[in-house]
């Protein structure tokens, strides 16, 4: 199984930055795609960015320009710098891994929260 813990959340004002953390552990030899999601107060959750075990990148419109997702395969660790940012930023933000061991999964994190004030 793969366990993945999210930190760097906070408080911060409009045009900011905050760098979000998703550590991994576990067989993470069977991670094909770490994904950050967002969910805000009465709205759906959103796919911010996806990056694949061989290092393609995608992001929400939303967010492209501002957000980068990158990896530190030494460290079991991708994170989201998120630059620029805005109040509609403002979320409990999550990272999820998908992979295969004797069958497809799909694990998440607990969630950090970021805020941005105006």
């Known amino acids: 199984q793969v366990q993945l813990v999210e930190s760097g959340g906070g408080l911060v004002q409009a045009g900011g930055s905050l760098r979000l953390s998703c550590a991994a552990s576990?067989?993470?030899?069977?991670?094909?795609?770490i994904n950050w999601y967002r969910q805000a107060p009465g709205k759906e959750r959103e796919l911010v960015a996806a990056?694949?075990?061989?290092?393609?990148?995608n992001y929400a419109d939303s967010v492209k320009g501002r957000f980068t997702i990158s990896r530190d395969n030494a460290k079991n660790t991708v994170y989201l710098q998120m630059n620029s940012l805005k109040p509609d930023d403002t979320a409990v933000y999550y990272c999820?891994?998908?992979?295969?061991?004797?069958?497809?999964?799909?694990?998440w994190g607990q969630g950090t929260q970021v805020t941005v004030s105006s």
């Open positions: 999820a891994a998908e992979g295969k061991l004797s069958s497809p999964y799909a694990i």
């Open positions: 990056i694949t075990r061989g290092g393609r990148t």
């Open positions: 576990g067989s993470t030899f069977s991670v094909t795609v």
